[in-house]
């Protein structure tokens, strides 16, 4: 898999953060689309009944864009539901498409909404793994990631994000204490498979500590 392909995987990842709803967003059908994705994203694996939930969140989506063009939530939605099943067709045979989704559809939830977190993470994870010749900036990621946390304090999966991010960039005590807040997050909300990848992420930054102890 090529590493644009890996990066859209990653990115895509990121997107299990969801909220259920935008508080300032009035439109019915987009706010059945974020909860739509949600569902889709809180499934372990993607299955049939996963990829049933994404192509009825890119149809909901893609409806309501249809009729207000300029909702960052639809935007966002449509994004992430279509880059999903895009990835499940095959990463690499549908790379082009894929950055084309996130330049047409990403850049523009951001544009229309600047603190919408959601995007914000997503687009801080595009910018992390793509090499800079290909537009990556990997400081411009992780501040993006950082605000996004800000933003969505209370979301497991950008928290996850943003604390593997910083042990990437090797800033490990801080990428220890976000790992540890995305596994208390994960939880009290009882979303089990952040809870297991932020407890994984937590004996990979703790295990180096523990060995130096020993010495």
């Avoid at 880059?83 to 559809?105: S, V």
């Avoid at 996850?160 to 939880?187: K, M, P």
Wanted: aromatic share 4%; glycine share 8%.
């Amino acid at each position: 898999m090529s590493v644009i392909a890996q990066t859209v995987l990653v990115v895509l990842a990121a997107i299990a953060a969801t909220l259920p709803a935008r508080a300032d967003e009035l439109d019915q059908e987009v706010l059945s689309a974020e909860r739509t994705l949600r569902a889709a994203e809180l499934r372990n694996t993607i299955d049939s009944t996963a990829l049933s939930l994404y192509h009825e969140a890119s149809r909901q989506a893609e409806s309501a864009l249809r009729r207000n063009p300029d909702s960052a939530g639809a935007n966002f939605v449509y994004f992430a539901a279509t880059g999903r099943i895009l990835i499940a067709d095959g990463a690499t045979k549908n790379l082009f498409t894929l950055r084309t989704l996130d330049k047409q559809y990403l850049d523009k939830a951001i544009r229309l909404d600047p603190g919408y977190a959601n995007a914000l993470a997503a687009k801080g994870g595009v910018l992390l793994k793509l090499p800079r010749m290909l537009g990556g900036d990997s400081e411009v990621g992780l501040e993006l990631l950082r605000r996004a946390t800000k933003l969505n304090p209370g979301g497991p999966g950008t928290r996850l994000s943003f604390a593997r991010a910083l042990a990437e960039d090797g800033r490990r005590d801080e990428a220890r204490d976000e790992a540890r807040r995305a596994a208390h997050l994960s939880c009290i909300q009882g979303r089990f498979k952040s809870f297991e990848e932020a407890s994984a992420l937590l004996g990979e930054l703790e295990a180096p500590v523990a060995k130096a102890g020993l010495n």
